[in-house]
């Protein structure tokens, strides 16, 4: 199977995760980037069942929208049942490396206001050890060359994401050559330099389900 049939296969496995629970006033919160948008595809068909979604950026709001989907603020409504988004890279912990997409912050805040994390990726994502895909730092643009000699100093290799700019209007840092032996400790770390508005770590909320697509099916792992 290619890698795009591999993302439908777990689009169409995460539609049939969330399906049983939908109500009438559910409202689902949606990732960023190509997986999530194989899944918000998939949910025009049952829009009736659900009052709407909540976005992670501006790319999946518009897209929701142009599907008939109602797109909610966050502020507007409380705790969501679902998260749906894909992964850069993905542990046996559910721990996860996102942000490929710059939409790192936003899917933080998102996530954290979700009951479950359904994570949806193929199996190039899943690795060992978190850290061989760059990862993403979203900094405030008058601290980048100060959070560059932070990074440094913790031994990455950092690379600022040319003409990028995020749906907060902040910009990129890549991280190269990270050894990330404890992903909790460093996405703290990260976080207490000044100028860091967050990073691609999640490890503190990291998912609660993986739905992985590999070649002989989608293999399901549950944490909690
Ligand atoms: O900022 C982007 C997000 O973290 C995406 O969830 C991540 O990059 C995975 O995207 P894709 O499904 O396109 O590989």
Do not use: H
């Not at 591999?6 to 960023?32: F, S």
């Not at 999530?36 to 009052?51: G, T």
């Not at 721990?95 to 490929?100: L, Y």
């Not at 978190?130 to 990862?135: A, H, N």
């Amino acid at each position: 199977m290619t890698q795009d049939e591999l993302k439908a296969a777990v689009a169409d496995a995460a539609i049939k995760e969330i399906e049983p629970w939908l109500d009438k006033g559910t409202v689902l919160g949606i990732g960023t980037g190509s997986t999530a948008n194989l899944f918000i595809d998939r949910l025009k068909l049952l829009r009736d069942s659900f009052k709407g979604a909540v976005a992670s950026s501006q790319a999946s709001a518009e897209r929701l929208k142009a599907l008939g989907i109602d797109v909610l603020e966050l502020n507007s409504v409380g705790t969501l049942p679902f998260y749906i988004d894909g992964a850069d890279e993905v542990n046996a912990d559910l721990q996860m490396i996102k942000g490929g997409g710059a939409a790192l912050t936003r899917e933080k805040i998102v996530a954290a206001c979700a009951q479950r994390f359904i994570c949806i990726a193929d199996d190039s994502k899943y690795v060992a050890r978190l850290g061989e895909f760059p990862l993403p730092i979203e900094v405030i643009p008058m601290a980048r060359s100060y959070v560059g000699r932070e990074l440094v100093k913790l031994g990455a290799e950092p690379v600022y994401r040319q003409g990028v700019l995020t749906d907060n209007g902040n910009q990129i840092i890549d991280c190269y050559d990270f050894n990330i032996k404890d992903p909790l400790e460093l996405e703290a770390r990260l976080n207490a330099i000044a100028g860091v508005v967050t990073n691609g770590l999640f490890a503190a909320r990291g998912a609660d389900v993986l739905l992985l697509g590999k070649g002989d099916g989608v293999e399901r792992t549950a944490l909690r």
